[in-house]
């Protein structure tokens, strides 16, 4: 899609409106009239409240939704916010909506956002999400202020998260990004974030918006972009973040959106990433993280049963993406009862590399190995349950810790089936 | 010759601010004076003004520029002669000009006699004209005005062994308005000068008036009902005589000093004030149309009184906290800059000398509702001496031309009241009424067609206001209305160029004609008005169905 296709006549005037501002918070959303109120009221309440004399503009790009949402977005009034908490604006504050197409696509929403954000030369540009309702007003500052005051071109979130939540994040996500790209970054696909004028405007120009990978992985190329540029980053602690309502075709949409944007990231990168060799911490604001320990139930049967299941059915599958000893690890590992389960960090790790590197290779079609990855993910999730079933917040950062020093450690692994691998 | 006093006269004026003492010097002796006032009446007239309001010029021993008075009934020698008042008086009126004198009400000299006998025993006859008291405890919820140099509001007279009560400097006790005695001597003060030809006051410090305890001591009822006497013997024996309130305080708070058309002709609208300047900064036409929105309607006979700058520091105190830090940061980051809750500057130095800022700050002030005052000086771009301490910096000696004194006084320099602006950038050399009167685009001549054109219609001065709301923020515009008479206004606020749609169906049919130029503009339809304007540019149109 053209730029000039993408900033419709209306969304122009909309900018022309707003003029040149210091910081654009971005909400892209797609029906979310249930949770987008208080949402708004906290930016809101954040910008009176941590930037009172910057020009800010909240841009709302929807996909299309059904529910009334852009219109919560423009119509909510400062005036509720100033009679709640007695904060100020010194300036006129926009809020102005334009909707991207008619199906949600989250790449053409944040390009969306950075387009408008490019054009008004905006210095910080946060990316908030509609469905954030534990969001505090001071989020924003957390978010912005290292872009906008500390010259730092991305911040990414921490959050207080609850011991079983974020186990993708915590299981693939994050320990590979980081063996890989070197940056201890907790959350390299995060829904909330900012990066500076700079890097979205380098963004931009960047050659992915056509692809698949841009169009449904773009915020973990931005946060690859970020690491692998001249780029300063940070991660500032956020606070609890909701989890929404996740059903199971929803693991496979986001191991679409995430693994395979992060799989594919490593294509073009390989010359960056190639000669990295261990990680190192990036500056955190506030804490490095939290965990929650009320009980969480966790369906390990289900877990198991979906692993064994997936071992056996997709076995043909997996003789074209895993090495023979990979095949028969997990062969082994299908056939534990559910308590004495344990698919361990470096078999878990050496299955992600050599998942990475057919998928380098397309060996098959690529979304097949994605989807041929969940059942394995959920084996590994149900390692991680029950490792930390009775751990404290400690227990399970060191456990996190010790699997990505696994994924670090057989890095070299990755270059050798990554050559090799026909 | 006493101009006829037509009543509501001040709705269409623009008021000249001048302090006698820094204007012209007959008599080479280094201050300003009325002959020499009078000399320089021409310049006034052709600026185009039609009101000149002076600051007091009585006798006082001017610890205070002359707001620390000690004989209302006289001129202080360093200014003339009653006589000279009055050459003067009636030479402005032949112009066409009216006179509006300063009459510090609130509070004396402690020089003044009338100060002198109540502090000379507790018995004496004037003991009761002053507010005093055996502690300095009461009125424990008044705020310090001058909190740079005041720790109380209470000071303690060693000849009478009591304290006195003052709102500003304690060499200013108060009058006690509750003293049937004081209200009648400051009415004989009044007529006085009304009997002489005066056209109006300008009444200093008005809510401070009475005091009571448990309260802010400002703007008590007590003190509307003196204004109320006062209002009714002017109105009963000098009618056309028009009384201009001091009340540096929220629109609402002010509302009251109108009454029912009873009390003030005119206030000053102090909040707008800085919210013109902090508009212009912002780039956003929010706190103007914000604090205009809260101002609350006036009787019809009432005016508001705009200005954007004055004697005073550009106060700061009906601002929020927020708003506060704003303005110092933006406009006096030299704190030497800042005196009480406020910033000693000039206009000029205040907008970085940017004449394009100067001409927009003049434009909305001679458009927006309410008769405008100019500072003098401000005319001709003249600039500060923040090192001068107080608020001398901006009363220094007027700059007509870039000779010897910048044309001020023969005096030595070194025997002037204060020394000149010396600066290359607005030194008189640079700065001064002279070489501005020879040029056609100097800021002077600028001012002289801005005020001519404000003069041309009633619209300004008694017209009403409706704001339009552009979705660009950058844009103030508003439409001002006076029987048939229709205009438009319209100021970018930005450094920028901007685009902007007004929405105009109403006008559908009219054309716009550019009131500077007289050009036309394109005929109003049913889509958005577009217009383009350069940074910091506005527009008066006048509107008119062919």
């Known amino acids: 899609m053209a730029e000039e296709t993408l900033l419709t006549d209306d969304f122009l005037r909309q900018l022309m409106n707003v003029g040149e501002v210091d910081i654009v918070v971005g909400l892209p959303t797609h029906n979310n009239a249930k949770t987008i109120d208080p949402v708004i009221r906290a930016i809101q309440a954040g910008i009176l409240k941590c930037f009172p004399r910057e020009r800010v503009v909240i841009i709302n790009a929807d996909g299309g939704s059904q529910d009334g949402t852009p219109e919560r977005v423009t119509g909510a009034s400062i005036d509720d916010v100033w009679n709640a908490s007695k904060v100020y604006a010194l300036r006129t504050l926009h809020s102005i909506s334009t909707q991207y197409a008619r199906s949600p696509e989250p790449g053409t929403a944040l390009r969306t956002i950075l387009a408008a954000a490019d054009l008004l030369r905006a210095k910080a540009c946060v990316l908030v999400s ?48 980081r063996a890989i790209y070197g940056h201890r970054i907790r959350e390299p696909y995060a829904s909330e974030f900012a990066i500076s004028g700079r890097l979205a405007t380098d963004f931009l120009a960047k050659e992915i918006w056509n692809d698949d990978w841009g169009k449904i992985g773009a915020e973990i190329c931005l946060t ?92 043909p599958i997996f003789r074209s993406i895993l090495s023979a000893s990979t095949i028969s690890e997990l062969q082994r590992i299908a056939t534990l009862d559910v308590n004495d389960f344990n698919y361990p960090a470096d078999v878990w790790a050496k299955t992600v590399f050599e998942f990475a590197a057919s998928y380098h290779k397309s060996v098959i079609s690529r979304d097949h190995i994605v989807q041929a ?28 810790e010790s699997l990505c020093g696994e994924f670090e450690r057989l890095k070299p692994y990755l270059l050798e089936v990554w050559a090799d691998r026909k | 010759m006493p101009l006829k006093r037509e009543a509501g006269w001040y709705k269409d004026a623009i008021i000249y601010q001048v302090h006698v003492r820094t204007f012209n010097d007959s008599d080479g002796d280094g201050i300003g004076d009325f002959q020499g006032l009078a000399q320089k009446l021409d310049y006034v007239q052709e600026l185009g003004v039609n009101a000149i309001w002076l600051m007091p010029f009585f006798p006082s021993p001017l610890r205070d520029d002359g707001y620390d008075i000690s004989d209302y009934g006289s001129i ?35 020089q003044h006699p009338w100060f002198l006998e109540s502090r000379s025993s507790q018995d004496n006859p004037k003991r009761n004209w002053y507010v005093w008291s055996d502690t300095d405890t009461g009125y424990r919820g008044t705020r310090i005005i001058f909190i740079d140099t005041e720790m109380s ?58 005091e009571r305890d448990g309260t802010s001591c400002e703007n008590l009822p007590e003190t509307h009902e003196v204004i109320r006497e006062l209002r009714k013997k002017v109105d009963d024996q000098f009618p056309g005589t028009m009384l201009l309130a001091e009340a540096n305080q929220w629109p609402a708070d002010l509302r009251p000093y109108f009454g029912n058309g009873d009390e003030f002709h005119m206030a000053f609208h102090f909040p707008l004030m800085p919210r013109m300047f902090m508009g212009l900064r912002l780039e956003d036409r929010k706190p103007i149309t914000e604090i205009l929105q809260q101002t609350p309607e006036i009787p019809a006979s009432c005016q508001w009184c705009l200005f954007l700058r ?42 970085d000398n940017d004449r394009r800022r100067i001409e927009l700050m003049n434009g909305m002030l001679m458009s927006l509702p309410g008769t405008p005052i100019i500072y003098y000086g401000d005319e001709i771009g003249m600039g500060d001496n923040i090192y001068l301490g ?152 006048r509107l008119r169905r062919v």
């Open chain 1, 130 to 177: 509609p469905d954030s309702t534990t969001i505090e007003p001071d989020w924003l500052q957390r978010l912005a202020r290292p872009v906008y005051n500390d010259n730092f071109d991305m911040v990414s979130p921490i959050y207080r998260r609850q011991k079983f939540e974020g186990a993708l994040m915590r299981n693939l996500l994050y320990p590979m990004t």
């Open chain 1, 224 to 315: 690859v972009t970020a690491m692998t540029g001249k780029y300063r980053v940070c991660q500032a602690f956020l606070g609890m973040k909701a989890q929404p309502d996740r059903s199971a075709r929803d693991l496979l949409a986001a191991m679409r959106h995430t693994v395979g944007a992060l799989f594919s990231s490593l294509d073009g990168n390989f010359p960056v990433w190639s000669t990295i060799e261990g990680s190192q911490p990036v500056p955190t604001i506030g804490a490095q993280s939290e965990v929650m320990l009320e009980p969480v139930r966790v369906n390990r049967k289900g877990l198991r049963e979906m692993f064994a299941t997936g071992v056996a059915e997709l076995e």
């Open chain 1, 373 to 400: 990855l969940v059942p394995l993910y959920r084996g590994r999730a149900l390692t991680f349950s029950l490792e930390n079933r009775e751990g404290s917040g400690e227990d399970i950062e060191r456990s996190v």
């Open chain 2, 76 to 110: 202080h020698p360093n200014y003339g002669t009653l006589q000279d008042f009055k050459t003067f008086l009636s030479n402005a009126h032949d112009r066409g000009i009216r006179v509006i004198v300063e009459l510090v009400a609130n509070h004396t000299s402690d």
């Open chain 2, 153 to 210: 509001n209470w000071a303690w007279d060693p000849i009478s062994k009591s304290y006195y009560w003052h709102r500003f400097f304690s060499h200013q006790p108060d009058l006690n308005y509750d003293n049937p005695a004081v209200r009648e001597e400051m009415w004989n003060v009044m007529k006085f000068w009304l009997e002489l030809g005066v056209d109006g006051f300008r009444l200093d410090a008005v809510p401070y008036l009475i």
């Open chain 2, 310 to 351: 004055n004697h005073d520091e550009l106060t700061l105190e009906m601002v929020t906290d927020i708003e506060r830090d704003y303005m110092y940061d933006i406009y006096a980051s030299d704190k030497t800059m800042r005196l009480n809750l406020g910033i000693r500057r000039r206009l000029a130095p205040l907008l």
């Open chain 2, 390 to 541: 107080d608020r001398n910096g901006v009363r220094t000696p007027m700059q007509w031309s870039g000779g010897w004194n910048g044309g001020f006084s023969i005096a030595d320099p070194e025997r002037l009241y204060s020394p000149p602006i010396l600066n290359p950038v607005y030194g008189y050399q640079a700065v001064n009424v002279l070489s501005q009167k020879r040029t056609e685009h100097s800021l002077l001549s600028w001012m002289k067609h801005l005020i001519q054109i404000r003069r041309s219609s009633p619209v300004f001065g008694s017209g009403s206001i409706e704001f339009l709301h552009p979705a660009n923020h950058r844009i103030l515009a508003y439409i001002r209305q006076l029987g048939k008479e229709t205009f438009l206004i319209v100021n970018n606020l930005s450094s920028a160029a901007q685009a902007v749609e007004l929405d105009l169906r109403r006008y559908k049919g009219n054309i716009l004609i550019e009131m500077f130029g007289k050009n036309i503009f394109p005929r109003v339809g049913d889509l958005p008005y577009l217009l383009t304007m350069g940074p910091y540019q506005f527009y008066w149109f």
